[in-house]
Nanobody
């Protein structure tokens, strides 16, 4: 069983930055692709960024050049650095770990971009 705990959400003004953290319950990065997803009210959950086991990354077009996914293997933590935030980035952000067999989710953290 993998447990994921997100933190770092909050209220930020447009143009500001936030860094989300996802702490995993063990050394899973060699076995699981890590991802950040978000879900805004009334919308479907969408993938924002993905970090594969080989270290390759992938981003949604809407966040390319603004968001960066990274990991700290020693801390079993994945990060999402979010810069130049826009009101449309407002959503609950979820951390995900998945492989061919299983998929795990964190509880989510709220990000609100508003002046």
């Amino acid at each position: 069983q993998v447990q994921l705990v997100e933190s770092g959400g909050g209220l930020v003004q447009p143009g500001g930055s936030l860094r989300l953290s996802c702490a995993a319950s063990g050394s899973i990065f060699s076995s699981y692709t890590m991802g950040w997803y978000r879900q805004a009210p009334g919308k479907q959950r969408e993938r924002v960024a993905r970090l594969s086991t080989d270290g390759s990354t992938n981003y949604a077009d809407s966040v390319k050049g603004r968001f960066t996914i990274s990991r700290d293997n020693a801390k079993n933590t994945v990060y999402l650095q979010m810069n130049s935030l826009k009101p449309e980035d407002t959503a609950v952000y979820y951390c995900n770990a998945q492989n061919l067999i299983k998929s795990y989710w964190g509880q989510g953290t709220q990000v609100t971009v508003s002046s």
